[in-house]
């Protein structure tokens, strides 16, 4: 059977300056663990509709919305793995559907059609979404992420994503240039990853720094961008 795994959180976001981030980060490190990665590249395709149904659904910010997205940690390997994954969300809470497969099985299914010889129900699933939607390949989308955990519980976890670009064409997991930036040089994404409820120290360093949560997606605000270009273009 494929790895698979199952993820159930709350997350929240938050847009740090670079001043703030190093005062914050600093007094974070006495709390968290940088996990073993240290700084690392993660890289994602989102698949969508023709007419981009599932993203455009998401901007609208309804209760429930999903999406399904392939990603490698790093540049692919020849021995390496892709996780292809379904993302749900109702009223803040997100359901993440996960199996991990050879980079050749991964590929032979997604660009061929072909089942992988051990799946499992959360394939059955996948396969199923790519179907029910007709989905496509249509965005690419990378960031170099610091990932921490609490000290006392490794549950509550903490994101920092920088350099965050993406493209619409050569939809490859193999190549990361010719990519559009997201953020001015500096910011920090910051993403808390909640199983039960927030640590009051980490509360704490939110009020002490002034930091606030925000609704902020790297597709949608990429999807976004492009439609403006768009409109300028013609």
Not at 103 to 126: H, L, M, R, V, W
Not at 145 to 154: P, V
Not at 172 to 180: A, G, H, P, R, Y
């Amino acid at each position: 059977m494929a790895d698979q795994k199952v993820f159930n959180r709350y997350e929240k976001k938050y847009l740090l300056d670079n001043e703030t981030y190093k005062r914050f980060k600093s007094e974070l490190d006495q709390y968290m663990t940088e996990d073993e990665y240290g700084l690392h590249t993660i890289r994602n395709i989102y698949f969508d509709t023709m007419d981009n149904e599932l993203i455009r659904t998401s901007i609208e910010k309804p209760k429930y919305k999903e999406k399904f997205r392939i990603r490698c940690y790093g540049e692919p390997k020849e021995q390496g793995k892709y996780f292809l994954e379904i993302k749900k969300k109702y009223n803040g809470l997100v359901n993440k559907r996960r199996i991990i497969l050879p980079i050749e099985q991964a590929i032979d299914y997604i660009e061929n059609g072909i089942t992988p010889q051990k799946s499992g129900q959360i394939f059955n699933e996948i396969d199923y979404f790519l179907n029910h939607y007709e989905l496509y390949p249509k965005r690419y989308i990378a960031y170099d992420r610091i990932a921490m955990y609490g000290n006392e519980d490794s549950s509550f976890r903490v994101t920092f994503d920088i350099n965050i670009r993406s493209r619409v064409d050569n939809l490859t997991l193999d190549w990361d240039d010719d990519n559009e930036y997201l953020l001015s040089a500096g910011y920090h994404l910051m993403e808390v990853k909640i199983s039960d409820a927030m640590p009051l120290w980490f509360a704490r360093l939110l009020s002490k720094y002034e930091i606030y949560d925000t609704s902020f997606s790297k597709y949608g605000n990429f999807y976004k961008k492009q439609l403006i270009n768009e409109r300028k273009a013609q």
